[in-house]
C-alpha cells in the first residue's frame, strides 16, 4: 500500500505563486503515476497534472498548462506541484494520488487527504 501527504496549501492572491507537496511512502515502483487532482466547491473532482517515478513524461490539463509545473524528487519520494499566475478560480481542495503502474490503464488506487488552495482577487 501507499500512503501519500499533501502540504503547502493556503491563501494567496491572483497572479501569485504557491507549491504543493505531495509526500508517498510505502511501496512504489518507477513506473507508478503520481497525480494532482482539484475538487472547487458545487463542482466535481477534475485532473491537474500526472508524472511518473520514472522517464520525463508529464501531462496537463489544458485549464492549468503552460501555468502549473509537476516534478519530483526521487531521493525523497517526493512530488511537487508549482503554481504560477493564479487566477481565483484554481481555487479548490487539491489531492495528491498514485496509481500502479502494472496495470495497462492508469488507475489511481491511493489518494491524500487534500490540502485547501485558496486564490483571492
Known amino acids: 500500500q501507499v500512503q501519500l501527504v499533501e502540504s503547502g496549501g493556503g491563501l494567496v492572491q491572483a497572479g501569485g505563486s504557491l507549491r504543493l507537496s505531495c509526500a508517498a511512502s510505502?511501496?512504489?515502483?518507477?513506473?507508478?503515476?503520481m497525480g494532482w487532482f482539484r475538487q472547487a466547491p458545487g463542482k466535481e473532482r477534475e485532473f491537474v497534472a500526472r508524472?511518473?517515478?520514472?522517464?520525463?513524461?508529464?501531462n496537463y490539463a489544458d485549464s492549468v498548462k503552460g501555468r502549473f509545473t509537476i516534478s519530483r524528487d526521487n531521493a525523497k519520494n517526493t512530488v511537487y506541484l508549482e503554481m504560477n499566475s493564479l487566477k481565483p478560480e484554481d481555487t479548490a481542495v487539491y489531492y495528491c494520488?498514485?496509481?500502479?503502474?502494472?496495470?495497462?490503464?492508469?488507475?489511481?488506487?491511493?489518494w491524500g487527504q487534500g490540502t485547501q488552495v485558496t486564490v483571492s482577487s
Open positions: 494520488a498514485a496509481a500502479p503502474g502494472y496495470r495497462p490503464i492508469i488507475r489511481y488506487d491511493y
Open positions: 510505502g511501496r512504489t515502483n518507477s513506473n507508478d503515476a
Open positions: 508524472i511518473r517515478w520514472s522517464g520525463s513524461s508529464t
